[in-house]
């Protein structure tokens, strides 16, 4: 739903304070209510996170913008829509703040590692890529937005893990678990030459299928491992000797785990995987426009550390469509004080002027720089 992904989780919101306006020529915050404040650069923040939404919703022909007339979003003008966006976040941020307080909640030591990872390492490629300093947001705003998150991701734990809330039973997850994931392994053999980055010919193409048909009449048949004819295949696949000996040394094929509805899985291996083949069942062959494959699978169910390890992500998939729904019903709820200061001054349309100046000025000290 936004620029940065939030991790699906889950909040409940407190009594807030009564909706006031602010007025005056204080434009340090955006909104805030009695628990937390949207500082200026954090609304920018969340500003920038609408905007490219809106961009990544709107077709563009040459020259135009999500701010050329006429653009819409749900039959809202882009400017209105980035700016209805914006404001969700913010009063979401407040809501996050107001029941992280309410319920007691800390961040940890651990906790703050991981903030202080995340804007280590965002921070530097957004601020290159948006361009955050040009468009007023701080390392310190984009830290708040993580520090966020983190208590987003928390009260979710707090509802729904062990001991929650709401907590979602054991043996519910385990039930999940068993009808929606599959453990297999599985050997790529693509269709694009490694050497030179060229598509194969029809005729590599078929080689290459009668190649798997082989691999795979060697498993079924002979009782090969999957892992045998992975290695085999790896070396005879590898353009050096140090890579070749390389991939000698690795003799076993990882396992893979899918979930059933994972959105970036292609068809053809949603097919196969959960489908066509069968736990404990023979290797299968099948191919897509990228690869032909080699798979095989097992019973993710056997190991009792496969559920743990899928434990969260299976809490995630279970209760995020409900959770997102309490999320925008508590969002919606937040009253709060609105600097109107804070909010005509820094608008969609001046942000993007403001950053198209700053590309243009850093463009032209960059051929001046190379002129000289």
Known sequence: ???????????????????????????????????????????????????????????????????TKGKEIDGKSTTDWIKEE???????????????????????????????????????????YYMFSARGIGESSYRLSVENNIKYSKLFEKYYKAGGIEEVPESEMKTFFQDNYAKVKVITLSKTNSSTSQALSEEEI?????????????????GESIDTIYTEYKASTST?????????????????????EGTNMAEAVKTAIFETS??????????????????????????????TKYTDSVLQYMRSDDFEAKVEEWTGAVQCQTNSSTLSKYTAKKLNDKVEKAKKKAAASSSL????
């Open 1 to 67: 739903m936004s620029l940065f992904k939030k991790i699906v989780a889950g909040i409940t919101v407190a009594a807030l304070t009564v909706s006031l306006t602010a007025c005056g020529g204080d434009t340090s915050w955006a909104y805030k209510d009695n628990n937390a404040t949207v500082t200026s650069g954090l609304y920018l923040y969340y500003l920038t996170q609408a905007t490219s939404q809106a961009e990544s919703q709107v077709e563009l022909q040459d020259k135009e913008t999500v701010f």
């Open 206 to 222: 078929t080689a290459l299928k009668e190649t798997a048909d082989g691999y795979v009449k060697r498993i079924n048949e002979d």
């Open 369 to 372: 720089a190379a002129a000289s």
């Open 240 to 260: 050096d000797s140090s890579s070749t000996s390389s991939s000698s040394s690795n003799s076993e094929l990882n396992y893979s785990f899918y979930y059933k």
């Open 86 to 128: 914006t404001e969700k976040a913010c009063k979401q941020y407040l809501a996050v703040e107001a029941q992280f307080k309410e319920l007691g909640l800390e961040l940890t030591d651990e906790d703050q590692e991981t903030i202080d990872q995340q804007v280590d390492y965002y921070y530097p490629s957004f601020d290159q």
């Open 278 to 307: 069968e736990i404990g069942g023979p290797a299968i062959t099948f191919e897509d426009d990228n690869a032909v494959y080699i798979l095989q699978k097992y019973d993710h169910m056997a190991d009792p550390a496969d559920f």
